[in-house]
């Protein structure tokens, strides 16, 4: 599933081609990718055509398009499958095509296409309400209950770090937990954890205050890296608007490196390998040198 900097990726194309922008049609080829949308796919139809776009938005993984008049907005949930494309309307459709969006800005078409092969993802109206910590920023009401990312002008390590010395869990849970944190995945966190040098299973209660800044450090350090190189693409699944790949995959120390040598301690002279172990239904990687098993792990 796209985490934080894939979401990104599709923000930036969008607010480049859509901002300011008219809808001036809306197709829905597939009404399963409105199935959020309750009133139906008449319903966003009728109220899509003739809204002026303002820039697209993003809170962790999740990403919305505000309309310029009132206080409503279009939020594409990309799933595991999704794709925002923005094409000339010449170009022809690809494969999976859900819904198509014209919007004209000046001399200038382009079409908003959202591709879905699996049909997790999709689109939907929503109202926007106030946050509650900077009542002047609006968000989806579906998406208010998600934490600000580590990449938030607005992020509150100390609230973070407070948060975690109440909770029992394992870090990398916590850090997995949208409500507290968001835009945070699988991946990013493995890459997180393995630049702090902690390990996935640590008590959260036991973390100090600079063990917790120099987790979300690394969050937001390894996600900006992600940024730079388009985000992490491990199949055609995950694309940019212009339909390309990440290639951030080529930049992970663990993430998918089981029995492979540790970056880190190769370069210290030492032959480590990379560890997998499972957790809440999937895979963490970690170094068992750089990363050791906590006496008090939380698996």
């Known amino acids: 599933m796209p985490e934080?900097?894939?979401?990104?990726?599709?923000?930036?194309?969008?607010?480049?081609?859509?901002?300011?922008?008219?809808?001036?049609?809306?197709e829905i080829l597939d009404p399963r990718s409105l199935r959020r949308h309750q009133p139906g796919s008449e319903d966003f139809t009728a109220k899509l055509v003739g809204?002026?776009?303002?820039?697209?938005?993003?809170?962790?993984?999740?990403?919305w398009i505000p309309f310029a008049e009132g206080y409503q907005a279009i939020v594409v949930q990309l799933g595991m499958s999704g794709q925002v494309l923005v094409a000339?309307?010449?170009l022809p459709d690809r494969k999976h095509l859900k819904i198509r969006i014209t919007v004209t800005s000046?001399?200038?078409?382009?079409?908003?296409?959202?591709?879905?092969?699996?049909?997790?993802?999709?689109?939907?109206?929503?109202?926007?309400?106030?946050?509650?910590?900077?009542?002047?920023?609006?968000?989806?009401s579906t998406v208010a209950h998600i934490g600000r990312d580590p990449l938030d002008e607005h992020?509150?390590?100390?609230?973070?770090?407070?948060?975690?010395?109440?909770?029992?869990?394992s870090l990398k849970r916590a850090l997995l937990d949208q409500s507290l944190s968001s835009g945070i995945?699988?991946?990013?966190?493995?890459?997180?954890?393995?630049?702090?040098?902690?390990?996935?299973?640590?008590?959260?209660?036991?973390?100090?205050?600079?063990?917790?800044?120099?987790?979300?450090?690394?969050?937001?350090q390894v996600m900006r890296l992600a940024l730079a190189q388009g985000g992490t693409s491990f199949d055609a699944l995950y694309v940019n608007v212009s339909g390309e790949s990440g290639y951030f995959e080529r930049?992970?120390?663990?993430?998918?490196?089981?029995?492979q040598p540790c970056?880190?301690?190769?370069?210290?002279?030492?032959?480590?390998?990379i560890t997998r172990s499972k957790f809440m239904n999937r895979s963490s990687y970690y170094c068992p040198k750089c990363q050791p098993v906590p006496r008090r792990a939380r698996w």
């Open 4 to 26: 934080l900097p894939e979401v990104e990726v599709v923000r930036r194309g969008i607010h480049q081609w859509a901002t300011n922008a008219q809808i001036t049609a809306v």
């Open 51 to 63: 809204q002026q776009l303002r820039p697209a938005q993003r809170r962790g993984k999740y990403l």
């Open 88 to 90: 000339d309307p010449d």
């Open 106 to 140: 000046g001399d200038t078409t382009r079409e908003l296409r959202f591709v879905d092969q699996r049909i997790f993802g999709g689109m939907y109206l929503d109202t926007l309400v106030p946050t509650h910590d900077h009542p002047a920023q609006h968000i989806p």
């Open 155 to 169: 992020f509150d390590l100390e609230a973070i770090f407070r948060a975690l010395r109440k909770r029992k869990s």
């Open 185 to 220: 995945g699988n991946i990013y966190a493995d890459e997180a954890l393995f630049r702090a040098e902690l390990h996935f299973a640590r008590p959260t209660e036991t973390l100090t205050r600079k063990e917790v800044s120099r987790v979300y450090q690394a969050a937001e």
């Open 251 to 259: 930049s992970l120390n663990v993430y998918g490196r089981q029995g």
């Open 263 to 273: 970056y880190r301690c190769q370069d210290a002279g030492v032959e480590t390998l």
